[in-house]
């Protein structure tokens, strides 16, 4: 029985997946099954795990004496306040009365707002003041293997870099680009041994003071309100850099990401369904 | 005879009851062992305060003392305390408790917030008690206010301020200095290339809601954008995924073309509602790059997973490509796949810029002197820390 | 066509197929490459190591959807199985109403798998709406939010919950998101109650992470299918998160390979454009 329920799931997944070749009725089908299906499941876990025990439930059943599983001690008739308010929100979609459903919409972001205001005003401006601030000197740093791995990549590459611009080295033949890998690589793997005699002597934390320096550069990349020159376009200049090396990481992690769903989908094909593998 | 006998009857007796004098004297040497009647010296310093902590119900009441004499030193006896709680100050004790030696403290956790308690306290050495030492009244009390967040609020008050001074400064009138953003050149180069080649200007809003602050930013940027395709007379084709979007965006670009005095040239066909579906949406404006061919894709507001695939067929359509959004997680696509991004904050900037509205420009002065302020802060707790670890401030703000 | 031009002009297709193919051999031909462990993880592998068994319980939160399944999934199950090792109890919540489904099914096999009985080893409290909210309320009562079990058996009468009142009582956190929920434990469990949090995130949002745990705000991260294939080598029971590393890696591989000579071939034919042009001119 499962086998029929796994083999729809299968050819769905085949579907979709069809699209990578062309357009086609077949992943037409399947998109608008699932926007369908999600859309009907969502709305009965909704209100059996929302609607129904904060609103219908006390307001209905309490009244007729039944015990619903009520929490706060609170009584039936505050659980129609946000009910109503609830049911306003739909005005939107009839013009005259829409300026009603701004109030339940003031009440909703209000209250999400001012929930949220102070722990994320803690978690992430003040919490992450103090770590960055306290943690420059002689700290023991988890992350100094990657650091000093990651600084000798970018000495190599700086290297290599200048090598082929500046003195135009590895242009003419084959020998010549070897030459320029090597040196470069020899350059950085020297420069990450000496990073990381530094992290071992435990004097100060590079992975800390990159921080540091990459928080005040995209702080300052950020600023508006003077004209980025001299020093403060320098400081800048170094915050997209460092901006940017984010965003690469990011896209790596985005990529790692979307194809672990798609091993995910594979072993469901080959294991759940074919049983090719165990 | 009868003498003789009674000497033996005697001597008899004598043995008989010489072994229970000896008895006697095998019993327990208890001269050596004497029974402990000595109590412990009591606690001093006795105090019950109100527990102050994270989740402070009022129920909890903290007892602590200076340990008994003989704890550890003196007589070197004592083995526990044992707390006893009267809600009648002292007129009948309950057994609360036992702390072990060497302790001085400890924590009710059962009391009725609101209500009067004293509390008492004696030293046990296995035999017998001392004295009870008691202290209260003490009434266990919910906080109003969460003294350990102090720094929380004032920062909050000091943003919040600085944010409403700007907007009020920029509701008068003051000329409040924000620098021109890289990007909206970037926005113009692009509409006069596609001006220059006679095809028209692709303008996707985002696929965000109206009450989401990237839309709202976009739309200014898009009544920018319109009065410059009105001037030149370029197409302006502006795809939406929501309802909604769209009659704003109608309205804005209607109002654009009025103001710049060519209020024919507005084409309300060319502003058009696709899907709510995120891919269809995606995929539909694909269709229209790959058939009316635009020679400038600008993507500016709150994009999610289609982000890649607008952006991708855009660079293989071959037009030139500007982005705007505040999603982080979009931002690398974006990067990598159009002529010139603007990044987070950079959206907001260039559409306070843009629009000079006086809520956008407080928000975008107070937040840029709100990062002033943490650098200072920082610099300031980094010097305290190394001159006095100490130092009140240090403690107040940094180590909560 | 130069070789350039003819590699910046390969139809998509072709790499799709090249990416279907990295994908599916490794599954039948294993590379058995090692996984190597990395500090965020270690992290929080040793604050479970370091629950008492028997004792206080670990509050896992299930919060993923079907969505993010092949990189949430292998993570609960192998947090799952480290604790039902060691003895350590477990309660298992969710905020995700998907997630009711999936928590339970990860929480009945892994509990099958050790022989562990409800309500004296784990218990499943099911989902409540409202995340902030809940998340907030547990910190003054759990049995405010969550009078009864996803069960219906009230929380007083479950061996494992009594004497749990709060966040005191609670030894560590442990969110497993792939939506806005580990952070919301970061936010309104750990900054107003202090209590220490863990999170497992799919690898989109794991960067965005990274501050908190540098700032000690989480007691460990981990990243995606990867995190969870390292926690498995931690615990020496490989699964489907180990499984999946060969073909990541080979795949990985192949991308690294694909920017590389994209690369090369556009800074090439950047190049000969601009002397043919000045050729030209």
């Known amino acids: ?278 | 005879m009868t003498m003789k006998l009674t000497a033996h009857l005697t001597l008899a007796v004598l043995f008989l009851a010489a072994p229970c004098a000896f008895a006697q004297d095998a019993a327990p040497d208890t001269t050596a062992l004497p029974l402990d009647t000595v109590p412990p010296g009591s606690v001093s310093g006795l105090t019950a305060v109100d527990y102050v902590d994270n989740s402070d119900e009022g129920d909890r009441i903290e007892i602590s003392w200076q340990a008994s004499p003989d704890d550890g030193a003196g007589e070197g006896d004592v083995v526990s305390y044992q707390l006893w709680r009267s809600e009648n100050a002292g007129a009948d004790w309950d057994s609360l408790g036992v702390a072990g030696a060497g302790q001085t403290r400890y924590l009710d956790e059962t009391a009725t917030p609101g209500t009067e308690y004293h509390y008492g306290v004696a030293a046990y050495d296995g035999t017998s008690y001392s004295e009870r030492v008691s202290a209260g009244p003490v009434v266990g009390r919910a906080n109003l206010f969460q003294m350990t967040r102090l720094a929380v609020l004032v920062l909050m008050l000091v943003f919040f301020g600085m944010v409403l001074t700007f907007t009020k400064l920029a509701e008068r009138g003051a000329d409040l200095f924000v620098r021109r953003i890289p990007g909206l050149n970037a926005i113009e180069e692009a509409v006069g290339r596609a001006t220059e080649m006679g095809r028209p200007v692709l303008y996707v809003p985002g696929i965000g809601e109206i009450d989401n602050i990237m839309t709202i930013a976009s739309l200014t940027i898009l009544s920018h954008v319109a009065k410059i395709t009105a001037r030149y007379e370029t197409p302006l084709i502006v795809p939406t995924a929501r309802a909604v979007v769209m009659s704003a965006a109608e309205e804005v670009v209607k109002e654009a073309y009025a103001e710049e005095g060519k209020p024919d040239s507005y084409n309300p066909d060319n502003i058009r509602y696709l899907s709510d579906a995120q891919f269809a949406f995606a995929g539909a404006v694909n269709g229209i790059m790959l058939r009316e061919k635009p020679a400038a894709n600008l993507y500016l507001g709150a994009f999610w997973a289609e982000s890649l695939l607008l952006a991708e067929t855009g660079f293989e359509a071959g037009a030139i490509q500007v982005a705007g959004t505040a999603m982080v997680s979009q931002l690398p696509f974006f990067v990598t796949a159009c002529d010139f991004t603007l990044m987070g904050e950079e959206l907001y900037a260039a559409s306070a810029y843009l629009s000079r509205e006086p809520k956008l420009l407080g928000g975008l002065k107070g937040s840029d002197w709100m990062k002033v302020l943490s650098i200072a802060l920082m610099a300031l707790g980094v010097i305290l820390y190394y001159v006095n670890q100490e130092s009140g401030f240090v403690a107040w703000f940094f180590t909560q | 066509m130069s070789w350039a031009e003819k590699v910046l002009s390969i139809d998509r297709r072709w790499i799709f197929l090249a990416i279907g193919i990295a994908v599916t051999i490794p599954f039948f031909l294993p590379l058995g490459l090692p996984v190597v462990v990395t500090p965020p993880v270690q992290s929080l592998y040793d604050a479970v190591e370091e629950l008492e068994p028997n004792s206080a319980p670990l509050l896992l939160s299930i919060d993923y959807a079907p969505a993010t399944l092949p990189e949430l999934e292998p993570m609960s199950m192998a947090i799952l199985r480290h604790c039902f090792r060691n003895d350590v109890n477990v309660v298992v919540m969710t905020l995700h109403p998907a997630g009711y489904g999936l928590a339970e099914r990860a929480l009945l096999a892994a509990a099958e798998e050790h022989d562990q009985v409800y309500g004296e080893d784990y218990a499943f409290l099911g989902f409540q709406p409202g995340t902030s909210a809940v998340i907030l309320g547990m910190g003054i009562n759990i049995r405010n939010v969550f009078p009864a079990d996803a069960y219906g058996v009230p929380l007083d009468e479950i061996p494992i919950m009594q004497g749990v009142r709060n966040y005191d009582d609670i030894p560590l956190v442990i969110s497993l998101a792939g939506w806005s929920a580990a952070e919301a434990w970061v936010y309104y469990a750990y900054q107003p109650y202090r209590q220490r949090v863990g999170a497992g995130v799919t690898a989109v949002m794991a960067t965005d992470f990274y501050p908190y745990l540098n700032a000690g705000q989480l007691e460990g991260l981990l990243g995606g299918m990867r995190g969870a294939a390292e926690y498995e080598e931690l615990i020496e029971t490989p699964d489907q998160g180990a499984r999946g590393m060969d073909s990541q890696s080979v795949i990985h591989l192949l991308i690294i390979v694909l920017i590389l000579v994209g690369n090369i071939a556009y800074f090439v034919s950047r190049k000969k454009k601009a002397s043919t042009a000045g050729a030209a001119s």
């Open chain 1, 1 to 278: 029985m499962t086998f029929i329920w796994t083999t729809i799931g299968a050819l769905l997944t085949l579907s979709i997946y069809s699209f990578l070749y062309k357009d086609n009725p077949f992943y037409k089908f399947a998109e608008h099954l699932v926007v369908g299906v999600s859309a009907g499941y969502y709305l009965v876990i909704y209100y059996f795990n929302f609607i129904h025990p904060n609103v219908f439930s006390p307001v209905f059943l309490l009244r007729l004496g039944d015990e619903p599983i009520s929490f706060f001690g609170f009584h039936w008739w505050m659980a129609l306040i946000p009910g109503v308010l609830g049911i306003l929100l739909y005005t939107r979609f009839f013009p005259k009365v829409a300026w009603v459903g701004r109030y339940a919409l003031a009440v909703y972001v209000g209250g999400y707002a001012g929930l949220g205001i102070s722990p994320v005003m803690q978690a992430r401006v003040i919490e992450q003041l103090r770590a960055n601030a306290l943690s420059v000197a002689g700290v023991e740093d988890p992350f100094a293997t990657m650091t000093n791995v990651g600084l000798g990549v970018v000495i190599f590459a700086v290297v290599a870099y200048l090598l082929i611009v500046k003195r135009n080295l590895g242009a003419r033949n084959w020998l010549g680009k070897v030459a320029v890998i090597v040196v470069s690589a020899v350059v950085g793997y020297a420069g990450y041994l000496v990073l990381t005699l530094i992290s071992n002597a435990g004097v100060v934390s590079l992975t800390n003071i990159l921080l540091v320096v990459g928080l005040l550069g995209t702080l300052t990349y950020f600023f508006f309100s003077m004209k980025h020159t001299g020093a403060l376009g320098g400081l800048a200049r170094v915050g997209i850099v460092f901006l940017m090396v984010g965003f690469g990481a990011s896209f790596g992690y985005t990529v790692m990401s979307r194809i672990s769903l798609l091993i995910g989908r594979v072993s469901f094909l080959l294991h759940d369904w074919l049983h090719l593998i165990d």
